[in-house]
């Protein structure tokens, strides 16, 4: 039968693994290293099905939101995975009863594919396409961005601040609305009304409407406030895409994710930036026909999507 | 200029527009995705497992969406997936009944096959890979992170955390085959 199973365990592993990723794409490349052995296909099911039931392990315990007036000093992030191993730990006498994650909920959006929750609170989160989302009916006042982009309607409560999770950071409101992407290891929050803090217990930067950060992963100071208009935070909502000097391979990347349009930046346009708006046209061919004409560039088409060169 | 004058914004694609581009997509690549439920287990039934996909993914309220056949493709792993859960559950549900235990659950694909005494010991067995492997598994598994924020994160290498998940996925592995063997 199968020359080596440990072998095979390895790489039902691998793809295990892989396949994690919501943007996953080689099935034909799985397809056949299942074919290569009909064991493989048993191999993978059964760590494919205790990897499934691995969604009742407990989340490690977060760092609790602080007290925003009474921010304790923070402890250091060795310490704090120190605390996550040490409860993983205790996690594993103490245990899953808890079932701290048991019932989150993953919502995961394609691209081009908007999707609208209303939270019990009565909170509203729209969510762009190639979005994932984690929202927990027993932490209502909670939600992680894990990639895309999200507009947050909060209902605020004095003694309950709404948390937003991404990345490394974390979005308190103080009631209001707000803009969230997390893209390749950055974070970005815009705020159209009433006011949030941005990582409370780190960089505690204050957002009121009309303010924005960029945030990259590893930042050493905390970002720096800009000003966003307010009229189009979560334009993407309506098909209004904003920008003021913004790379083109973002903004290839907003369409891909609002629009599903597939647009590729040619090596020697990558450096230019675009400013100006775009309207997601039923048309898609306009909208890349004005992205093109605002940015100095040239449209083609290329496969199913477009291709901008110089 | 141009653009300002518009004053349409993105209608989403109705319904219809988006269920024929997924049964389009499925007609389109039915060999490739027979083909892939027949090595993924289905052998002959496969043929009739692409009309239970086919049900599944049109019946589905979806959006429009982007990149259908990595979606089709995975939607065909789960389904395949849900048939060994269930066929397992069955075969647990048999195995207990000789037992003579009481109540037994209709076979579903949404119980956890794992009782809490297994998942205890699988818990020991990721503490027991070592402290950073078990905080890389626990960030990438149960929260949901990618390896590259892990990687940098945790400050290490992003083949250091490739090499971490697959020690902990292989423990798995392992107590996986005691429980089978118990």
Not at chain 1, 78 to 103: D, E, H, K, Q, T
Not at chain 2, 92 to 103: C, F, I, P, T
């Amino acid at each position: 039968m199968q020359a080596d199973p440990t072998n095979a365990e390895a790489r039902a592993i691998d793809w295990l693994i892989r396949q994690r990723d919501p943007s996953f794409d080689d099935w034909d490349g799985f397809a056949d290293w299942l074919a290569e052995d009909p064991g493989h296909a048993a191999v993978y099911d059964a760590l494919a099905c205790l990897d499934q039931d691995l969604d009742a392990l407990p989340a490690a315990p977060r760092p609790v939101i602080a007290d925003i007036a009474t921010t304790p000093p923070r402890p250091s992030r060795r310490s704090w995975f120190g605390g996550a191993i040490a409860a993983a730990m205790v996690g594993a006498v103490s245990l899953s009863s808890l079932g701290l994650f048991g019932n989150a909920e993953r919502i995961e959006t394609l691209a081009g594919e908007h999707r609208s929750i209303t939270l019990a609170d009565g909170s509203k989160i729209d969510i762009n396409g190639g979005s994932v989302i984690e929202i927990d009916p027993d932490r209502p006042r909670f939600a992680r961005l894990e990639t895309g982009e999200a507009m947050f309607h909060v209902v605020h409560r004095d003694n309950d601040p709404f948390v937003v999770e991404t990345g490394g950071a974390r979005i308190v409101d103080l009631g209001t609305a707000f803009n969230v992407v997390r893209r390749d290891r950055q974070t970005s929050v815009a705020v159209s009304e009433g006011i949030v803090l941005y990582n409370p217990d780190r960089d505690n930067v204050r957002l009121v409407a009309g303010k924005g950060i960029a945030a990259q992963d590893g930042d050493r100071q905390p970002p720096i406030v800009q000003d966003v208009d307010v009229a189009n935070v979560g334009s993407w909502r309506t098909g209004l895409l904003v920008y003021n000097g913004t790379p083109l391979a973002v903004v290839a990347e907003d369409l891909k994710r609002t629009a599903g349009m597939q647009v590729r930046i040619a090596p020697e346009a990558s450096a230019l930036s675009f400013r100006g708006a775009l309207i997601i046209d039923k048309n898609r061919g306009r909208t890349i026909a004005d992205l093109a004409a605002l940015s100095g560039t040239r449209a083609e088409r290329q496969g199913e999507g477009w291709i901008l060169t110089r | 200029m141009a653009f300002q004058s518009k004053q349409s914004m993105t209608e989403p694609r109705d319904r219809t527009d988006a269920v024929q581009g997924i049964e389009g997509v499925l007609l389109a690549n039915r060999d490739r995705i027979v083909r892939f439920l027949e090595v993924r287990g289905a052998g002959d039934g496969a043929e009739d497992l692409f009309q239970d996909l086919w049900m599944r993914l049109t019946d589905r309220q979806s959006g429009p969406i982007a990149d259908p056949l990595p979606y089709i493709m995975r939607a065909a792993n789960n389904l395949m997936l849900d048939r060994y859960r269930s066929a397992r559950q069955r075969d647990l549900r048999d195995k207990a009944w000789g037992e003579a235990s009481a109540a037994t659950h209709a076979p579903s694909s949404e119980t956890s096959l794992i009782s809490r005494e297994q998942l205890r010991l699988v818990e020991t067995a990721i503490a027991a890979t070592g402290d950073r492997p078990a905080q890389i598994f626990r960030r990438f598994r149960v929260d949901g992170i990618g390896q590259r924020d892990i990687a940098v994160e945790m400050g290490v290498s992003l083949s250091t955390v490739e090499s971490d998940l697959r020690k902990v996925y292989a423990a798995l592995a392992m107590v996986r085959r005691q429980f089978d063997a118990s």
